[in-house]
């Protein structure tokens, strides 16, 4: 069994912690966790130990009464492999304790793409974070720009991509960021983040993005355009999608006309916290004029990086195939949303 920890447990990490325990051939060894809050009973609750990431604040813990095991050395050097989902820029500076443990880390699309050996999307390039010590799994919205990007790329070639990214504004949870009522484009940065993040998966894409955030908790949403280098026709790239494990084609009929009723469809499907982990692409918006595909995608941003964690780990102690890990992955959480459709 892998041993598993998870250092930051709030948005990502609690549910890679989850994912993992679906796992055969993974456990959780611990999470490491800065403030004695509702995450650390609800860990405590599950039955994972806690450490003091912190060691200064460990006396919260024990003031909370919330029983600690170690501080952040001791879970490093316990696990296998850690999964660093702690806010942006501070996996970079966990790096060095997880180096001298010798612990291999993965970090998450909010650090930098050099804090590690390679960028990572288990559909495009596992291979690259074989047996690597430090491999970043990218942001939401880029690990759902690649997995739509890799088989049209093999399919067709790409000859160029164009991708407006409307960003949610915030998590359910992040109530710093609000309330909000506005709408705010990134006007300085052409591409956005997202245009050079996709090309630390495929090197050569050639791919301009957009950004603006609007006040919506739910989910982003991608207005797609790309320009293949071969002949295409709408239904014919709809089945090549369809084929995809990790893209959700909403068939017109289901009557989902947005990020709204997509989290209403996941919890009456059962995902726990209403996640989805799949690509959600609307089926009718798949369209072709000339060479140029367009389509309208959401992306849930609070968990389509989790089975791409669950594949890194994999990745990175080198235990399964490429495609082992996937159907692993998918088969153990339960992917694939548009089986329900299927008769
Ligand atoms: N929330 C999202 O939509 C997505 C976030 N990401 C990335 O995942 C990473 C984590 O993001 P979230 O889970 O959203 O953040 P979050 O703020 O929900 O969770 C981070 C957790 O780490 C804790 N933390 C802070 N400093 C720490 C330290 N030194 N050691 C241990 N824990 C510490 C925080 O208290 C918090 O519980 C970031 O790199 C982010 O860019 C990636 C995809 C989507
Ligand atoms: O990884 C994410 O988005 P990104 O792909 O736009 O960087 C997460 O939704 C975090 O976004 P944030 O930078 O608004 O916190």
């Not at 990020?259 to 916290?273: E, I, T, V, Y």
Request: charged letters at 25%.
């Amino acid at each position: 069994m892998i041993q598993v920890g998870v250092v930051g447990y709030g948005t990502i990490g609690k549910r890679v912690a989850d994912a993992v325990v679906a796992q055969r051939d993974m456990e959780i060894v611990g999470v490491a966790k800065t403030s004695p809050n509702f995450e650390a009973e609800a860990a405590v609750s599950k039955g994972f130990d806690l450490y003091a990431a912190i060691e200064e604040r460990r006396e919260l813990f024990d003031e909370a009464g919330i029983p600690v095991a170690g501080d952040l050395d001791d879970l490093v050097s316990t696990a296998d492999v850690i999964v660093d989902a702690t806010p942006s820029g501070i996996g970079a500076q966990n790096r060095e304790v997880y180096e001298a443990h010798d612990t291999p880390a993965i970090y998450q699309g909010g650090e930098d793409a050099d804090v590690a050996d390679t960028s990572f999307n288990a559909r495009a390039n596992f291979e690259d974070a074989v047996g690597a010590d430090h491999v970043r799994v990218v942001s939401c919205n880029t690990t759902g720009l690649s997995r739509l990007l890799a088989p049209l790329r093999e399919e067709y070639g790409v000859e160029k991509s164009r991708v407006t990214l409307v960003r949610r504004g915030g998590d359910p949870g992040q109530t710093g960021r609000g309330p909000i009522d506005d709408i705010l484009p990134d006007p300085v940065s052409l591409p956005s983040h997202h245009g050079p993040d996709v090309k630390t998966i495929f090197p050569d894409i050639d791919i301009d993005t957009l950004g603006l955030k609007v006040p919506a908790t739910l989910m982003h949403m991608h207005s797609v355009n790309v320009t293949l280098e071969s002949d295409a026709d709408a239904e014919e790239v709809r089945e090549l999608l369809a084929e995809e494990s990790r893209l959700f084609l909403i068939p017109e009929y289901a009557g989902i006309d947005g990020a709204g009723k997509l989290k209403q469809f996941a919890l009456d499907a059962g995902r726990s916290r209403g996640d989805i982990w799949e690509n959600c692409i609307w089926g009718e918006s798949i369209a072709v004029r000339g060479n140029d595909l367009y389509l309208f995608q959401a992306i849930h941003q609070e968990s389509d990086v989790v089975p791409e964690n669950v594949d890194a780990i994999r990745a990175i102690t080198d235990s399964a195939s490429k495609a082992e890990s996937i159907a692993t992955t998918n088969e153990t959480l339960g992917m694939g949303l548009g089986r329900t459709f299927e008769r």
